[in-house]
């Protein structure tokens, strides 16, 4: 990251020109149309967290208040309206019933922008999937919004434990939003509940949907001209125009406090073979990556420096190493510490304070091992991603 990050950049626009983008953009139009327009103040998540005691309206604060998106009535109109456009180009209407199974903020919103679409909406929230089972089934659901690996799990879970079938509760459309989805879990989901299923690009700040796409191979399609681009990694430059590595940046003309703000989304598109030209006019890949200071973890943004502040404060904590998976439906998330002295390995005082300062941290469920070995010399945490979606802490170290 640069040093004029959060800064106003001139990039030869005129006075007052707040952002705005290029007229001539198109959809998607981070993939090169314009020079960039601007200027822009670029920002990120830890950005958003430290404006949150100015921010003023309606807050969409992240579950660690990491992020903070200010929202103004008008701005949360026009994030319905985006998300209700969004749900109608997955072939959502007025015969329809909605249950959102997402976290908040982004549940609430979601709900409320079905209702203006479908006949019915309600948000029930992700956890629990017999619950989510009989809510589908009381309210007479034919739409379910869900993350990618909750609607797996579900599906996981009405075979292996509950032995029901799948066709039984009668969805029309599948919506999968908020996470990375493993490879074919689109038509999988098709094919079990024998309903239309799309992915939604949300926004990881306001939680309202961006983009969307009916299959896996497809690109993303925009749901409004010039918001999402792509970037530069390692400068605060748009469009990218490096190697096929770019960053999606959000640009939220019209926003009332934010309409001059370019925001890094932390999440990355690469293209096959590695060129930028392989990012066609107007197309916006769906991220298969993030990259930066926080990791996403079943639909949720885990903040790595917050991880290391905290256990710094712990006596005795050497390192650590945070380690991500997805054997099975869901991502696994297992937080390793060294000690510097061997007195602390087997003591079970210093491992419950260690378990209690993460679930202060997050609603992750992080599970805590100790290492056996010690290790005198401090050295800093590391991210261990085996699902290969974290490229790195550093943007400019990434190629």
């Known amino acids: ?36 327009a601007g200027p822009y103040r670029w920002l990120t998540r830890d950005d958003l967290g ?16 990491s992020a903070v998106y200010p929202l103004a009535p008008a701005d949360r109109a026009a994030e ?33 922008a079905a209702s203006r679409v479908a006949a019915a909406a309600a948000s029930v929230g992700p956890r629990g999937r017999m619950r989510l089972h009989h809510a589908l089934s ?14 797996m799990d579900f599906l996981a879970r009405l075979h292996l434990e509950f032995l029901l079938d799948p066709l039984d509760l009668g969805l029309r459309h599948i919506v999968l939003t908020g ?50 681009r792509l970037a530069a990694l390692g400068k605060d430059e748009l469009p990218a125009e490096d190697a096929g590595t770019a960053e999606l940046v959000i640009t939220p003309t019209g926003h009332s406090t934010l ?28 991220p298969a990556h993030t990259v930066g200071d926080h990791v996403l973890v079943r639909g949720v943004w885990l903040s790595l420096p917050r991880i290391g502040r905290t256990l710094a404060k712990i006596d005795g904590v050497a390192r650590w190493e945070l380690g991500l998976s997805r054997q099975g439906t869901l991502d696994a998330a297992t937080l390793t510490v060294t000690f510097n002295r061997p007195s602390l390995v087997g003591n079970p005082m210093w491992r419950s304070r260690l378990q209690e300062s993460m679930r202060a941290l997050t609603p992750i469920a992080l599970k805590v091992e100790i290492a056996p070995e010690v290790a005198e010399t401090p050295a800093p945490g590391m991210v261990s991603d085996l699902r290969g979606h974290h490229l790195g802490r550093d943007r400019a170290l990434v190629t």
């Not at 430290?50 to 208040?65: K, Q, R």
């Not at 009381?138 to 909750?150: K, S, Y």
């Open 1 to 36: 990251m640069t040093a004029a990050r959060g800064a106003a950049r001139d990039s030869g626009a005129g006075p007052g020109s707040g952002g705005q983008p290029d007229s001539g953009a198109g959809p998607g139009s981070g993939g090169r149309p314009d020079s960039g």
């Open 50 to 65: 430290a404006a949150a005691a100015s921010a003023g309206g309606l807050l969409h604060v992240s579950p660690d208040v």
């Open 80 to 112: 319905e309206e985006r998300t209700a456009g969004a749900l109608r180009a997955a072939g959502v209407g007025g015969r329809d019933r909605v249950v959102v199974a997402l976290a908040e903020p982004a549940g609430a919103l979601w709900a409320s």
């Open 138 to 151: 009381a309210l007479g659901a034919t739409t379910l919004i869900a993350t990618p690996t909750g609607a």
């Open 179 to 228: 996470e990375i989805a493993s490879k074919r879990t689109l038509g999988h989901l098709a094919g079990e509940f024998d309903a239309e299923v799309h992915e939604v690009y949300s926004s990881p700040f306001s939680g309202g949907a961006l983009a969307w796409r009916a299959s896996e191979d497809a690109p993303l399609t925009p749901l409004a001209d010039g918001l999402l």
């Open 259 to 286: 309409g001059d703000a370019a925001l890094r989304t932390g999440q990355v598109v690469r293209s096959a073979d590695g060129a930028a030209t392989a990012f066609p006019m107007g197309a916006i890949p769906a």
